[in-house]
């Protein structure tokens, strides 16, 4: 492991102090809109046909990203989405269009050529057309690894992330730390390629009554087109159990257990190396043991993505 990338992982691991140490004047009641529902699908929603996508888009066929000859990456991305659900409420659904801005660094590299170890840092700010008291903005972070061994995956990470019911990082509304760890195989059958995987993941939030644990599996269907530029279609489901370890209880008299079910197909398109575009249209029906919490949604999107690697 150089030197230089030490560096710039300590670099990585100080901003993740920072983040950690941030003062917790959250508020004591959730932020409008179902806020750390919304904050979870967009951002922390688990896709484990991205890494299959990205693996077949660059040509390796192995299925995993552990060959990184570029220590690190510098992204940014705009998508534009649509969703027959803004607020994701069981009661008053309203549509509406928002956009969603992203940018970030991550660092990283491979260990004995089995292990990838990474950490990066990034900030997204959403912003809704009508309801713009959804709109809210976010610093979050990573340190992970991902290992393949006899064909399983294993990946790991710990996600600190920031919450700001504004898009000027001035009021923070949720703090949490994320603990998470997902398996995931790969199974090619003629031109497509089939990846089952489970996961588990804790959460530990400021306020603490969105402290949660959750448990959940996925299936991914991934089809490569031999085109100029590599594109990929995916179709993918998934369900997860999600239980509060004291969701409001004084106010609700219940305690929160989720039941989320999702579909989602989609395209991408890597235009040129530093250049993709994506598009997708999904739909998410979340039951609860919390009348507020229950919710049906559709959705689509249409993003573009510049990444560069040195």
């Known amino acids: 492991m150089s030197t230089r990338f030490l560096h710039r992982l300590l670099s990585c691991a100080s901003l993740l102090a920072v983040l950690a140490a941030l003062p917790a004047h959250a508020q004591t009641a959730g932020a409008p809109g179902n806020l750390d529902d919304r904050f979870r699908n967009q951002v922390y929603h688990l896709s484990p046909e991205q890494k299959l996508s990205d693996a077949l888009m660059s040509g390796q066929d192995d299925l995993i990203l552990l060959r990184h000859t570029k220590l690190v990456t510098v992204h940014a991305g705009y998508a534009r989405n649509v969703t027959s659900n803004a607020p994701l409420s069981p009661d008053e659904p309203k549509k509406d269009d928002y956009g969603v801005a992203d940018a970030g660094i991550e660092a990283g590299t491979v260990i004995a050529g089995h292990v990838r170890v990474y950490a990066n840092a990034g900030v997204v700010s959403t ?5 713009e008291a959804l709109n809210y ?3 979050t972070a990573a340190v992970g690894a991902h290992a393949h061994y006899a ?8 996600s600190p992330s920031a919450v700001y019911s504004s898009q000027n990082f001035h009021h923070l509304s949720l703090r949490q730390a994320r603990y998470s760890a997902q398996l995931s195989t790969t199974l090619r059958l003629g031109p497509v390629y089939l990846q089952p995987s489970l996961h588990y993941d804790r959460t530990r939030a400021h306020p603490a009554d969105y402290d949660n644990s959750a448990s959940g ?3 991914s269907l991934v089809a490569p087109i031999k085109l100029k530029r590599p594109v990929t279609i995916y179709l993918s489901g998934g369900f ?3 239980f509060y370890d004291h ?7 219940v305690d929160r257990k989720d039941k989320l079910r999702d579909v989602a197909l989609g395209a991408r398109w890597q235009v040129t190396p530093a250049l993709e575009i994506s598009a997708q249209v999904s739909y998410q029906k979340n039951r609860s043991t919390s009348d507020v919490s229950a919710y049906k949604a559709r959705g689509g999107m249409v993003g573009v993505t510049l990444s560069r690697k040195f």
């Open 127 to 131: 912003h809704y057309a009508q309801y």
């Open 137 to 139: 903005s976010a610093v």
């Open 151 to 158: 064909g399983v995956d294993l990946d790991v990470a710990w």
């Open 217 to 219: 599996g996925r299936l």
């Open 240 to 242: 997860e159990q999600r």
């Open 247 to 253: 969701y409001f209880s004084d106010l609700l008299g």
